[in-house]
């Protein structure tokens, strides 16, 4: 349990995961965060909405569609339940009860998008909450014990709730624009457009691209 940032608390009977990271300064997109204005988007900016917008639509419709099939139940895909991958590590990751369905479905879709264009770094579908159930085949590989490697290449089924990741995930309008430091040490954009299934808010696709000055 050493030297992991997160605290787990049995509360009336639910599972309640805090991570601390934070706190202590340890995540770099704490240093800076900075919303843009939509007056302000660039060219750049509307080329990359429109690809979020796109993306967060056709991951809507898998969700919509599993719901529809009987593969998941509406209670399972909005389901805040989050269950610690074992052995645990740090940061931790989670499975949930439509992370496998989103591991063969979100990520096609995800990696499309991303291989779309070369000025992208990632294209990630996260809920309400920050967690990123199914990443790009890109940032889920196999953690191979090196630390700086594994957080670089291994970055799905986490919690994402720094702030940039908090804010994303929350905002419910047409879509968040913002510029922050990664836990990498990347300076990027991150531009949001929220999801929303059965017209209920699900979370937001995130895509992550270097910004023109």
Request: proline share 3%; net charge positive.
């Amino acid at each position: 349990m050493k030297n992991l940032n997160f605290i787990v608390i049995l509360l009336f009977g639910f599972l309640i995961i805090f991570n601390i990271t934070g706190i202590y300064g340890v995540d770099k997109s704490t240093v800076i965060r900075r919303a843009i204005d939509a007056k302000d988007i660039s060219a750049l900016d509307k080329k990359i909405l429109k690809l979020t917008k796109a993306a967060a639509k056709e991951c809507a419709e898998v969700f919509e569609k599993a719901i529809a099939q009987g593969n998941l139940s509406e209670k399972e895909v909005f389901s805040t339940l989050y269950f610690p991958v074992l052995p645990l590590r740090s940061p931790p990751t989670f499975t949930t009860f439509y992370d496998t369905y989103t591991d063969e479905f979100i990520t096609p879709i995800e990696d499309k998008y991303l291989a779309s264009r070369d000025d992208l770094i990632f294209v990630a579908l996260v809920d309400k909450n920050g967690y990123l159930p199914s990443h790009n085949t890109k940032f889920s590989q196999k953690l191979i014990g090196d630390r700086v490697l594994d957080l670089k290449l291994n970055r799905t089924k986490r919690i994402f709730n720094d702030i940039t990741g908090f804010f994303a995930a929350k905002n419910k309008k047409e879509f968040l624009l913002q510029i922050y430091i990664r836990d990498t040490g990347e300076i990027m954009a991150d531009l949001s457009v929220p999801v929303f299934v059965l017209g209920r808010h699900w979370g937001a696709v995130r895509i992550g691209y270097i910004r023109e000055k």
